[in-house]
């Protein structure tokens, strides 16, 4: 009889830390449904229109809950929104909204000019939409107030001393040109990675904030925002 107590313990504490460990990554099924509702209707009231829940998400490392929503009236937008432990809760909409505009309307003119770079693609500061969204209306990427969130990232494998330089900043000030035609909230980043270190070591990089645009009217100019390391 006590040998089966003993075993019945065993069993039930083997369970609980299972059932510890398994919340501890995976969060509470429940909650984690209940969570993402939640933010959906909040998301709804917040923007003025409606979205899916894609998939609902804890995040073990902070203990948080949310989800992956996607706008009904544009397919191609994915984002994430969180509630903290505080009950506030955020969300990226904004972010990817920016990042799907500039993918579509800037992005094929950027990988035109740098066709033979291996990384050409939109990125932002994240955490910024709150700060941008007024009355639940988000604005275009191109009347954001922030002038230093937005940027082209282009990446090139080479060995940056044998970069023609000359070759480079004449790239970049075409698409300078090209930005200034659609807005001063986008920059660009050019930087290089020698494919034959393991470590990927940049000697240096070019970083122009999009608030930096209209400043450049020369070729010469793009010298003055190479960064060396």
């Known amino acids: 009889m006590k040998k089966k107590i003993v075993w019945g313990s065993f069993l039930v504490a083997i369970i609980a830390i299972c059932l510890y460990v398994f919340i501890s990554f995976f969060g509470n099924p429940i909650k984690k449904y209940t969570v993402s509702r939640e933010l959906l209707n909040k998301l709804e009231e917040k923007y003025d229109e409606k979205f899916t829940l894609v998939e609902s998400s804890y995040y073990w490392k902070v203990g948080t809950y949310g989800g992956v929503y996607q706008p009904e009236k544009n397919k191609n937008i994915q984002f994430t929104a969180e509630k903290y432990r505080t009950g506030d809760f955020s969300d990226y909409y904004p972010e ?103 470590a990927n070591k940049e000697d240096g990089f070019y970083n122009i904030a999009g608030q930096d645009i209209p400043d450049i009217n020369n070729v010469s100019d793009i010298q003055k925002y190479f960064i060396e390391l």
Request: aromatic share 10%; net charge negative.
């Open 96 to 198: 990817e909204t920016w990042l799907y505009e500039i993918e579509k309307e800037l992005i094929p003119k950027a990988k035109e000019i740098f066709s033979d770079y291996d990384q050409v693609e939109a990125s932002t500061v994240w955490g910024i939409g709150s700060d941008e969204v007024k009355e639940g209306s988000i604005p275009s990427y191109k009347d954001i107030s922030n002038g230093d969130a937005l940027q082209i990232i282009i990446r090139g494998k080479a060995d940056f001393k044998e970069v023609n330089k000359e070759e480079v900043e004449q790239q970049i000030f075409i698409l300078v040109q090209f930005l200034k035609e659609k807005s001063n909230t986008v920059g660009i980043m050019v930087s290089f990675d020698n494919p034959e270190e393991a």
